[in-house]
């Protein structure tokens, strides 16, 4: 099945949870520190999303992040929405290392109704300076 329509973000686009931790934007990507009020957190991207192509309402099949992480920084949770419903889940994980391309499947042939986001649990160990994000960009392939 061909892609209908392919949606990215930029990494400068990210958005924090937690307010007291640090997000440095820099041109190719945006570098998320932790604080010493808390060590994990969420990061989240909106996505550009196309709800209706040629009369169709397309279908999310794979969402994706590019990032790399400092050698005591992961990523822990994957999750995926469509407005407010949580259609993908992802938890446990322990997703590290640089210039990481990483896709996870969006279930259940859902189709899109009211826009799509991606959410990134991090978790850091504390706040040393191998405690570190850098978000590159975050999108999803449609299908129709």
């Known amino acids: ?3 209908k329509h392919a949606a990215w973000t930029h ?3 990210v958005e924090l949870e937690t ?8 041109g190719y990507y945006t570098t ?3 604080s010493s009020e808390g060590t994990f957190g969420w990061v989240h991207f909106v996505i550009p999303t196309p709800v209706i192509v040629d009369d169709i309402r397309l279908k999310p099949q794979t969402a994706m992040i590019r990032f790399s992480t400092g050698s005591t920084a992961k ?10 419903m949580k259609i993908a889940e992802y938890n446990d994980l ?10 996870r499947a969006v279930p259940n042939n859902h189709q899109v109704l009211w826009g799509m986001a991606i959410s990134l649990g991090v978790q850091f160990s504390g706040t040393a300076p191998t405690d570190y994000v850098q978000f590159i960009s975050a999108g999803i392939d449609f299908y129709a």
């Open 1 to 3: 099945m061909a892609i």
């Open 11 to 13: 990494g400068l686009g």
């Open 32 to 34: 998320v520190t932790p």
């Open 19 to 26: 307010s007291s931790w640090t997000a440095l934007r820099q």
């Open 94 to 103: 322990s997703l590290t290392g640089n210039l990481q391309f990483i896709g």
């Open 75 to 84: 990523i822990t949770n994957f999750h995926v929405y469509d407005g407010e």
